[in-house]
């Protein structure tokens, strides 16, 4: 019995690629990781992820964007679906024009950040300007700029 | 760096898959347009810089903070958050 137990935590360890982020510890599974052939923006070496759901925060809408090629580069990303922001029709056809993937497997999904105000209040931005579309059917990502000028790096949400 | 004059119709050409050429010149300004294959991406320099910066800086997302944004997102939107992946 033992020994069975200890087989299959050696074949887990095979499958899944563990990496410690400040949000904890996260896997990822190899069969599911992104290929973004452009990389990210400023990270163009970095062009294969894994998303992992919040290791800490049990049903969070946030996931970990992690990075295979640099382990110390992971970003916070949610899907565009669980915020209340909404592009317009033509945002978003731009947002998939240029993603190259098809509509109907394209999900949105936008990078976090914390901003700091001079006074230090604390609040948390979506960059709706450079989304990153994604089709996890055929696993490729890309991050896409769109042209509209009101859209924002840092919609505050 | 290369520095080459052109006048309004000349242009230069990279490589075999990128040709930039003068359009327009009026006053400071100049008009270029930019033919290539699609796997080259072409920003204006400034707008690059500012998703490079923001991506640097969304690097070091404070994680302490997702509890207040649970919160935050429940109450501006009803929609379900759960997906898959997620139990």
Redesign the interface.
Known sequence: MAEVQIEKVMIDNEDKLIYQTPYGEIELQEDKLLSFSDGIVGFSNCTVFGLASHPAVKNSPILILQCVNDATVNFAVVDSKSLSFEYSAEDMAEAIKSSGVSSKDAIVMFILRTNESDEGAKSITANVKAPIVLDATNKVAKQVILNNRDLSTQYEI | MLVVSRKKGEAIVINDDIEIIVSEIKGSQVKLGVQTSKKN?V?RKE??L??????????????S??????V??EK??G?S???E???
Request: charged share 35%; aromatic share 8%.
């Open positions: 991406k920003y707008l690059y500012k998703i490079k910066q923001a991506n640097e800086s969304s690097v070091n997302f404070d994680p903070d997702i509890g207040d944004l649970k935050k997102m501006t939107d929609r958050t759960n997906r992946g997620n139990d």
